[in-house]
C-alpha cells in the first residue's frame, strides 16, 4: 500500500501531537508552541527480528570499558567515564564552550581511539582552525561537515569509529521526513536514528543540542529520554568560569558537577572550586558570610552576600542571584516572627557570588546571618563558616554531610564552624577548628558576635 501523508501540529517544548492547531499546548501549557508537520504514515509490515533473550546472570557490564575523556571534571560528571554503546547529550547558551569542550577531549581520546567528527554548522577549514587554537593535532581525527543523516549513518558503518560526535542535532535532517531541520519530528526522528545504530554498534555518541530563550534544550523533551545522558553547560557568558551539571545519567549520578576556566587555549579544569570562589572576597566587612554546599561528592565553599537598605517605595524589594526568592520570603518571615529582625520596610538584596546557584536547604542559615549582619552593620569573621536548614519556629534542623562540610572549611583555612546542634555528635573534631552547635537563628548571631 502507498505511503500516505497527514499533517499534524506537534509542541516543540514537550513534543505533544495533535491534529489540530492549539494557541496553548493541551499537554504541557505553552504558549504558541505548536507547529505544523508533515507526517508520513505506512502499513507496517511483521516481520522477524532475530532478537535473542539473555539472562542477565550471563550479560557482562560495560564498566569496564569506559573511556577517560582526559578531564577528569568531565569523567567525573559522566560518572567515571564514556560508557560504550551510550548516548550523551550536552546542552548550554550559545558560545559557553560546548564544541570547544567535545573538540578538546579528541586529543586524549584520539590517542587509543578512532574519532568521527560530524559537524553542520562549521567547514571542514573552520573546524581546523579551532583545533590549532585548542592544540588539538592527532591523526585518528577525522572531520565530517555533513547535513544528511542518512550520509553520517552510512559514514559510522563505514568508518567504524570508536567516538563520535554531533554538532549539532538541530543542524540534521532525514529525508524521509517531511520537516525542515530543527523542527519536533526531525530532531526526534534524528536521536532516535543515531541510537539504534550506536546500540547496535556498541558506539558512544556526544549530541550537541541548542537550548532556547528558557535555557531548555530546543527540540521535543522525548529527546532527553532518548538519550542516556544529559548534560547542561552552565555559567553567566561575561565571567570566564563554566559549570558542567549533569541532569540525567544512566550510568552514574547526577549530582556531581564539573568545574571549568574559560582560556585562550580552550576549557581548563577547576580542581579546587572553593578556591575558586572565594578568590577575591573581601576581608572583615558587614552583610557577608561563607556558606558549604554539597555538589554530589564534593563539597564546596561559597561567599553569600546580604544588602539591606531603607526603601524608597511602598512596597520593600526583594531580590536574589543565585538564590531562590520564594526561599528568600521565607527566611524573612522568620527572622521577622522568630528571631525579632525586622525587615518590613527594608530593600533585601541576596547574591551568590560566583555565579553558583545554591538550592540546598542547608544555604538558609548563611542567608540569614548575611541579612542580620547587613541589617545590624556587624561583622562576621572572615575565618568563620556557617551551615544549616530553617525551620518555620525559627530553629535550626540537621543537614546531611556535616563532617564533610566542616573537613572542607578546614581544608581552606576556617577555624570556626558554626552548624546545628544536632550534627555535632557525627562530626569528627579537628586541631585548630572550633565547631559550635546552635539551636536557633539568634542564637546563631549571637554566637559569632563573641
Known amino acids: 500500500m502507498a505511503a500516505k501523508s497527514k499533517t499534524i501540529y ?11 492547531w492549539y494557541g496553548r499546548c493541551p499537554s504541557c501549557g505553552a504558549w504558541n508552541s505548536m507547529e505544523e508537520e ?12 532475530g532478537a535473542t533473550v539473555q539472562s542477565i546472570a550471563h550479560i557482562s557490564p560495560n564498566d569496564k570499558q569506559r573511556y577517560h575523556t582526559g578531564m577528569k571534571e568531565l569523567d567525573r560528571v559522566l560518572g567515571g567515564g564514556i560508557v560504550r554503546g551510550g548516548l550523551m547529550l550536552i546542552g548550554g547558551d550559545p558560545g559557553i564552550g560546548k564544541s570547544t569542550l567535545l573538540l578538546q577531549i579528541c586529543q586524549h581520546l584520539g590517542e587509543d581511539h578512532k574519532i568521527l567528527y560530524v559537524s553542520g554548522e562549521e567547514s571542514e577549514g573552520q573546524i581546523k582552525l579551532r583545533a590549532d587554537r585548542l592544540g588539538v593535532v592527532s591523526e585518528n581525527l577525522f572531520v565530517l561537515c555533513e547535513n544528511d543523516m542518512d550520509t553520517v549513518l552510512a559514514s559510522m558503518q563505514t568508518e ?20 525542515a531541520s530543527g523542527s519536533v519530528t526531525q530532531v526526534r526522528e534524528c536521536t532516535s536514528a543515531i541510537m539504534r545504530l550506536a546500540k547496535r554498534m556498541d558506539i558512544p555518541v556526544f549530541i550537541v543540542g541548542h537550548v532556547n530563550k528558557d535555557g531548555a534544550i530546543a527540540g521535543p523533551k522525548v529527546m532527553e529520554h532518548i538519550v542516556d545522558c544529559v548534560l547542561y553547560f552552565e555559567g553567566d557568558r561575561h565571567s570566564s568560569y563554566r559549570l558542567l551539571r549533569c541532569v540525567k545519567n544512566r550510568y552514574g549520578s547526577t549530582n556531581e558537577i564539573g568545574v571549568f576556566e ?13 578556591l575558586m570562589l572565594l578568590s577575591g572576597r573581601p576581608l572583615d566587612v558587614s552583610g557577608a558570610c561563607v556558606a558549604c554546599t554539597i555538589e554530589g561528592t564534593r563539597a564546596m565553599l561559597a561567599e553569600v552576600q546580604g544588602l539591606v537598605s531603607p526603601t524608597g517605595f511602598g512596597n520593600p524589594r526583594r531580590m536574589a542571584t543565585g538564590f531562590d526568592n520564594n526561599r528568600l520570603a521565607l527566611i524573612l518571615a522568620v527572622l521577622e516572627k522568630r528571631a525579632g529582625y525586622f525587615f518590613s520596610n527594608l530593600d533585601t538584596y541576596v547574591n551568590v557570588v560566583g555565579g553558583l546557584w545554591l538550592d540546598e536547604p542547608a544555604v ?13 552593620d556587624a561583622v562576621i569573621s572572615s575565618d568563620t563558616i556557617a551551615f544549616g536548614e530553617i ?7 540537621a543537614v546531611s554531610n556535616a563532617d564533610l562540610r566542616v573537613a572542607e572549611a578546614a581544608r581552606m583555612g576556617f577555624k570556626r564552624v558554626i552548624v546545628p546542634h544536632h550534627n555535632l555528635p557525627n562530626i ?9 552547635g546552635v539551636h536557633s537563628v539568634r542564637e546563631a548571631f549571637e554566637e559569632i558576635q563573641k
Open 10 to 20: 506537534a509542541c516543540t517544548e514537550c513534543g505533544a501531537e495533535s491534529t489540530k
Open 262 to 274: 574559560m582560556g585562550d587555549k580552550g576549557l581548563n579544569e577547576v580542581e579546587n572550586p572553593s
Open 160 to 179: 567504524k569509529p570508536d567516538v563520535v560526535i554531533i554538532d549539532s542535532i538541530q543542524t540534521m535532517n532525514l529525508m524521509e521526513v517531511a520537516s
Open 428 to 436: 569528627v573534631k579537628r586541631e585548630g577548628v572550633s565547631v559550635v
Open 38 to 49: 508533515v507526517q508520513a504514515q505506512s502499513v507496517a509490515a511483521t516481520r522477524s527480528t
Open 364 to 376: 538558609d542559615l548563611p542567608v540569614a546571618l548575611a541579612l542580620i549582619s547587613g541589617l545590624k
Open 391 to 397: 525551620g518555620l519556629t525559627g530553629e535550626i534542623r
